[in-house]
Protein backbone atom coordinates (compact mmCIF):
# COMPACT_ATOMS: atom_id res chain seq x y z
CA UNK A 1 0.00 0.00 0.00
CA UNK A 2 1.18 3.57 -0.72
CA UNK A 3 1.26 5.53 2.37
CA UNK A 4 2.41 9.18 1.08
CA UNK A 5 2.41 12.25 3.46
CA UNK A 6 2.81 14.94 0.91
CA UNK A 7 1.94 14.83 -3.32
CA UNK A 8 3.33 17.84 -4.76
CA UNK A 9 2.16 18.38 -8.71
CA UNK A 10 3.83 21.21 -10.41
CA UNK A 11 2.53 22.41 -13.31
CA UNK A 12 5.08 21.76 -16.64
CA UNK A 13 2.58 22.85 -18.92
CA UNK A 14 2.09 19.41 -20.46
CA UNK A 15 -0.50 19.01 -23.24
CA UNK A 16 -2.45 15.82 -24.41
CA UNK A 17 -0.77 15.38 -27.29
CA UNK A 18 2.45 15.15 -25.47
CA UNK A 19 3.65 19.01 -26.29
CA UNK A 20 5.32 20.99 -23.91
CA UNK A 21 4.39 24.67 -24.39
CA UNK A 22 2.81 27.28 -22.15
CA UNK A 23 3.76 29.81 -19.65
CA UNK A 24 4.47 27.45 -16.53
CA UNK A 25 6.94 25.66 -19.13
CA UNK A 26 8.25 28.93 -20.49
CA UNK A 27 8.98 30.00 -17.11
CA UNK A 28 11.22 27.27 -15.66
CA UNK A 29 9.12 24.68 -14.44
CA UNK A 30 10.76 21.73 -15.30
CA UNK A 31 13.97 22.54 -13.51
CA UNK A 32 11.03 23.54 -10.34
CA UNK A 33 10.50 19.63 -10.50
CA UNK A 34 14.05 18.72 -10.68
CA UNK A 35 14.61 21.37 -8.00
CA UNK A 36 11.97 19.60 -5.61
CA UNK A 37 13.33 15.98 -6.90
CA UNK A 38 16.41 17.07 -5.31
CA UNK A 39 15.22 18.46 -1.91
CA UNK A 40 13.06 15.30 -1.57
CA UNK A 41 16.31 13.07 -2.20
CA UNK A 42 18.82 15.20 0.02
CA UNK A 43 16.06 15.02 2.24
CA UNK A 44 15.67 11.42 2.58
CA UNK A 45 12.04 12.00 2.08
CA UNK A 46 11.46 9.68 -1.16
CA UNK A 47 9.03 7.20 0.94
CA UNK A 48 7.04 9.88 2.34
CA UNK A 49 7.04 12.51 -0.52
CA UNK A 50 5.50 12.50 -4.66
CA UNK A 51 6.62 14.99 -6.98
CA UNK A 52 4.17 14.73 -10.17
CA UNK A 53 4.41 17.14 -13.24
CA UNK A 54 1.05 18.05 -14.74
CA UNK A 55 -0.72 19.93 -17.64
CA UNK A 56 -2.20 23.58 -17.23
CA UNK A 57 -4.30 24.23 -14.16
CA UNK A 58 -5.44 27.12 -15.57
CA UNK A 59 -3.93 30.38 -14.02
CA UNK A 60 -1.06 30.55 -15.88
CA UNK A 61 -0.44 34.18 -15.77
CA UNK A 62 0.29 33.43 -11.61
CA UNK A 63 2.40 30.36 -12.81
CA UNK A 64 5.23 28.78 -12.17
CA UNK A 65 2.45 26.92 -9.92
CA UNK A 66 2.85 24.03 -7.69
CA UNK A 67 -0.61 22.51 -5.28
CA UNK A 68 0.74 20.45 -2.21
CA UNK A 69 -2.09 17.69 -0.88
CA UNK A 70 -3.11 17.07 1.35
CA UNK A 71 -3.41 20.20 2.34
CA UNK A 72 -4.45 21.83 -1.01
CA UNK A 73 -1.88 24.72 -0.28
CA UNK A 74 -0.99 26.37 -3.90
CA UNK A 75 2.03 28.42 -4.67
CA UNK A 76 2.44 30.56 -7.40
CA UNK A 77 5.42 32.54 -9.60
CA UNK A 78 7.59 30.29 -8.34
CA UNK A 79 10.89 29.88 -9.37
CA UNK A 80 14.17 27.53 -8.12
CA UNK A 81 15.24 29.37 -5.40
CA UNK A 82 11.48 29.11 -3.23
CA UNK A 83 11.83 25.13 -3.22
CA UNK A 84 14.22 24.56 -0.68
CA UNK A 85 12.39 26.88 1.37
CA UNK A 86 8.63 24.67 0.51
CA UNK A 87 10.49 21.85 1.44
CA UNK A 88 12.25 22.83 4.15
CA UNK A 89 8.80 24.93 6.08
CA UNK A 90 6.25 23.15 4.80
CA UNK A 91 7.04 19.97 3.98
CA UNK A 92 9.75 18.98 6.79
CA UNK A 93 8.16 21.69 9.14
CA UNK A 94 4.38 21.60 8.68
CA UNK A 95 4.29 25.49 8.58
CA UNK A 96 2.92 26.37 4.79
CA UNK A 97 4.57 29.19 3.06
CA UNK A 98 2.64 32.41 2.88
CA UNK A 99 4.73 34.53 0.56
CA UNK A 100 4.09 32.10 -2.09
CA UNK A 101 0.93 30.89 -1.66
CA UNK A 102 -1.41 32.09 -4.09
S1 LIG B 1 0.58 26.60 -18.01
FE1 LIG B 1 0.80 26.31 -15.86
S2 LIG B 1 -1.10 27.01 -15.03
FE2 LIG B 1 -1.33 27.20 -17.18
Not at 1 to 12: E, G, R, Y
Not at 35 to 43: L, P, T, V
Request: glycine share 10%; aromatic share 8%; charged share 25%.
Amino acid sequence: MISLKHHIFVCTSCRINGQQKGFCFSKGSVDIVQKFMEAIEDNDLSGDVMITNTGCFGICDKGPIAVVYPEGIWYGNLSEDDIEKIVEEHIMGGTPVKELMI
